[in-house]
């Protein structure tokens, strides 16, 4: 029997685009931009019934989440806040007319501009916003609740935004125990919940000696001063099996926890910067993981000496290998953001990431070569495979 062809699902600044790529992953088809061109910064499928959903918004949008049954074609859409066009269009009926605008109650006011995360986990959908706030939802993404337990932390006047504003930007769970889950939030930290959601502890804690390199000195929301880890965490992820094995990249670092995120180990050691966005691991191996570091954050913010490599680990983080086959080695300036690296549970796993520059790169042996699999997208926010 063939291998299935992957779907990668995609989100950009104009839109969610679907790329489907052949049995064997040589070959990719684009489909997009989905989702009326709106900014998109997430896109999120089952596996088990194929629905796909899509999380955005702007300013100008307001904040909402798509929802499509037939792979795609076509979609429904969760407004949830109020956008600039709906004022607009509330106050011009010959503008409203135009684009097919009708008055509407928006469930959460214009508490959030925009969707920036989603997870199904178990038969719920959670979506995290911008500001930071959990939303949940029991009926595939048709009506909302805000997770008022997060909301009503004792810590949330003290947390502060990162360059991108203050977001919650990574949900995860345990496959066999959806009531555990951990959330992302920059500049706040991770953030775990052992009852689905009814009561959160914030788990930022070192492992003694574990924080190197002077970044416990760091000027910054990403490394304060206090003897905990970066609150400016990037991206999260769970190991597969049992046992809550997490990594995270943050602001000055990439880290690994053995116990669910109760204290953190530094892994960066062998890895040429501190900082990046996106950290992925293996669907099969907890000791396989793949990061992507950038040059810093003051300096551009693109691959050191503006070389791509993808960088491996295969034992946890005690050791790295860079992987730059087919990748640009040259003159290559672009970013990959938090959340726009994936991998499939093909074998050998495929890697994928998008980059600012509108490329979506593809790897079908595990990062040991690349191709480029799409270009001349919109800026890629996220990458996710279904």
């Given at each position: ?13 104009k839109g969610a685009f679907i790329l489907t790529g052949t049995a064997g992953r040589e070959r990719w088809s684009v489909r997009g931009p989905l989702c009326d061109g709106w900014p998109i910064n997430h896109v999120v499928g089952d596996p088990r019934s ?271 290998q860079d992987q730059r086959a087919g990748l640009p080695q040259e003159a290559c300036y672009f970013t990959v953001l938090r959340q726009a690296m994936g991998v499939d549970r093909l074998e050998p796993a495929g890697v994928y990431f998008g980059t600012n ?30």
């Amino acid at each position: 029997m063939s291998e299935p062809a992957p779907r990668l699902l995609v989100g950009t600044t104009k839109g969610a685009f679907i790329l489907t790529g052949t049995a064997g992953r040589e070959r990719w088809s684009v489909r997009g931009p989905l989702c009326d061109g709106w900014p998109i910064n997430h896109v999120v499928g089952d596996p088990r019934s194929g629905t796909v959903w899509a999380g955005g918004g702007s300013e100008w949008n307001g904040a909402g989440v798509f929802r499509s049954t037939d792979g795609g074609t076509s979609w429904t859409l969760s407004k949830l806040t109020v956008g600039e066009v709906d004022r607009w269009a509330e106050k011009d009926p010959d503008f409203a007319a135009s684009i097919g605008w009708r008055a509407q109650p928006m469930p959460f006011g214009d508490r959030f501009a925009q969707v920036w995360s989603l997870a199904r986990v178990g038969d719920r959908l959670y979506a995290g916003t911008k500001p930071a706030a959990l939303l949940v939802s029991e009926d595939d993404g048709l009506t909302w609740s805000e997770v008022e337990s997060l909301t009503e932390h004792p810590s949330v006047p003290g947390w502060s935004p990162g360059a991108a504003g203050l977001v919650l930007h990574t949900i995860i769970s345990d496959p066999a125990a959806p009531e555990k889950l951990w959330l992302g939030i920059s500049a706040a930290g991770v953030f775990a919940s052992k009852d689905g959601g009814g009561a959160w502890e914030r788990r930022n804690a070192l492992v003694d000696g574990g924080l190197t390199g002077g970044a416990s000195g760091a000027d910054h929301p990403g490394g304060p001063g206090d003897g905990e880890v970066g609150h400016c965490v990037h991206n999260l992820v769970r190991a597969p099996g049992p046992a809550d094995v997490l990594y995270q990249q943050n602001h000055v670092g990439v880290w690994r926890s053995d116990d669910g995120g109760q204290t953190w180990l530094d892994i960066t050691d062998g890895l040429p910067s501190t900082f990046g966005f996106p950290i992925q691991v293996h669907p099969q191996d907890p000791q396989t993981v793949w990061t992507i570091p950038l040059n810093g954050d003051m300096e551009g913010r693109y691959p050191p000496a503006a070389a791509a490599a993808v960088w491996r680990s295969r034992d946890g983080g005690r050791s790295w290998q860079d992987q730059r086959a087919g990748l640009p080695q040259e003159a290559c300036y672009f970013t990959v953001l938090r959340q726009a690296m994936g991998v499939d549970r093909l074998e050998p796993a495929g890697v994928y990431f998008g980059t600012n520059t509108g490329s979506v790169f593809a790897s079908r042996d595990e990062g040991k070569t690349w191709a480029e699999a799409a270009r001349h997208l919109p800026t890629v926010l996220s990458v996710e495979v279904l």
